[in-house]
């Protein structure tokens, strides 16, 4: 069945610092790929996402390449903050229309000031 | 522009009570869902349904039934709450495949 694989469990970093978390799928297709954020408190909203291959989708700062070679849709940011302080999830909507997202388990950003 | 609201916001139950969790759209979208999200853990689906009426399970639905009567409206129904149970429920929507997620803020559950 389909799937999202992301970087697992928190991610720690300082002010101004590069994040990169990893996000690699396996489906059928051209799934269609998004990112979420979840701010404490809240449910999660999405960030962006993109539908075909080499779209990028970006919100915030934050920008991601949809990469069917390599089944990939990684999250970066040149330079985060505290308040980008949250969980991120990748996700995917199969092609076939399917009424069900398939969800990454998550990734904590934890940005220090 | 529209929103979705979960109520109530925190819900105390005993253990072997039956909970219920309501969550309310006005985006007029056909699809809804609850999730389940334990500290620490990703989204795991419950229950789905596509339109008024409908209902699908999901991976996590053994404990739970649920209620679509209206289009509005979806609700969750914890049938024997468990201590190991204590999670945020998570109530989301859709209008039409491959669109956007809308998620409500959650209902936090304490079974004591």
């Known amino acids: 069945g389909d799937s999202v694989t992301q970087t697992e469990g928190q991610v720690a970093l300082s002010e101004e610092d590069f994040l990169t978390i990893h996000c690699n799928y396996s489906?059928?297709?051209?799934?269609?790929l998004f990112w979420y954020v979840q701010y404490p408190g809240e449910g999660p909203q999405l960030l962006f996402r993109?539908?075909?291959?080499?779209e990028k989708g970006s919100s915030r700062g934050f920008e991601a390449t949809y990469d069917k070679g390599t089944t990939s849709f990684h999250l970066r940011k040149a330079s985060v903050q505290e308040s980008d302080s949250a969980v991120y999830y990748c996700?995917?909507?199969?092609?076939?229309?399917?009424?069900?997202?398939?969800f990454g388990a998550g990734t904590r950003l934890k940005v220090i000031a | 522009g529209g929103i979705i609201t979960q109520t109530p916001k925190f819900l105390i139950g005993q253990e072997g009570q039956k909970l219920t969790l309501k969550c309310q759209q006005n985006?007029?979208?056909?699809?809804m869902y609850w999730y389940r999200q334990d500290s620490g853990k990703g989204l795991r689906l419950i229950y789905y349904?596509?339109?008024?009426?409908?209902?699908q399970k999901g991976d996590l639905s053994e404990g739970y039934d649920a209620s679509r009567e209206k289009k509005s409206s979806f609700s969750l129904t914890v049938t024997s709450a468990q201590k190991n149970e204590m999670a945020v429920f998570l109530c989301?929507?859709?209008?039409?495949?491959?669109?956007?997620?809308?998620f409500g803020s959650g209902t936090r559950l304490l079974v004591i």
């Open positions: 985006f007029n979208h056909d699809t």
């Open positions: 996700a995917l909507s199969p092609y076939t229309g399917n009424y069900k997202y398939v």
């Open positions: 349904s596509i339109t008024e009426n409908d209902l």
């Open positions: 993109a539908s075909r291959d080499k």
């Open positions: 489906a059928s297709g051209y799934p269609t």
């Open positions: 989301a929507s859709r209008g039409f495949a491959n669109s956007d997620y809308t």
